[in-house]
């Protein structure tokens, strides 16, 4: 069963008399349960793409569909209700909340969602005794290696439990120890049913995906 839909996705920016282009006629289909790897050179619309597959982005035309849901004809209020529900998003650089605590960032996805506090309590919980970071609760992420940040990161994405984890460079700032960890966990939200759409340069982070689909100037190339 499809996850994400897309049929003809485009963007373009306009540019002195014309446009530049940066998506062109994007036509894929990823299934539920898939492990995706985007790869292509710098500047060929990578984190453009996630960032319009993660509803950050609204200027584009096309047709987007998330779950049988046309996110195309939805308004921006209807699309975050639908990112909140479906994706957990992990950033190169973390974007972790600087003045908060790793349990307080695991806490913000929850209470976005309304989820009571007992419950969330649990959650958050049982998400850093997952991931191995319990000891970590109560530090400020300047605290923490990178590579843990990131660990932080990636339980902040899965914590609210999404169907979809996109992922834009999640170890393009890790050590390939640190990074391996990273793949690690990703292969096993995936053999949970997490659907993972990863961006990286690294062959071996790669090989962690069932399927590599390649940018080249915006154009989509699948092998
Ligand atoms: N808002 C924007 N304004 C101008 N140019 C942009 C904007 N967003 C992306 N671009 C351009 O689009 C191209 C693709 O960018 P990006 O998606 O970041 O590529 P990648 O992640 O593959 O390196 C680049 O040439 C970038 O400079
Ligand atoms: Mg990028």
Known sequence: MSLITLANLEKSIPSGNGRLWILRDITLD?????????????GAG?????GILGMLDHEWTGE??????AVHTLKPKQRIALNKRHIGFVFQQYHLLDDL??????????????VPKREREGIVADVLDRFGIVAKKDLYPAQLS???QQLVGVARAVVANPKLILA???TGSLHSEQARRIMELFRELNQGGTT????THSEECASYGHRIIQLFDGW???P
Not at 30 to 42: D, K, L, Q, R, W
């Open 64 to 69: 987007y569909r998330l779950v049988g849901e």
């Open 46 to 50: 990578k984190s453009t793409l996630l």
């Open 168 to 170: 834009d460079e999640p």
């Open 196 to 199: 993972i759409i990863q961006v």
């Open 146 to 148: 990178g590579g843990q």
């Open 30 to 42: 990823i299934a539920e349960g898939e492990f995706v790897t985007v790869m292509g050179p710098s």
């Open 220 to 222: 989509l190339r699948q």
């Open 101 to 114: 605590t790793v349990y307080e960032n695991l806490d913000i996805p929850l209470s976005y969602r309304d």
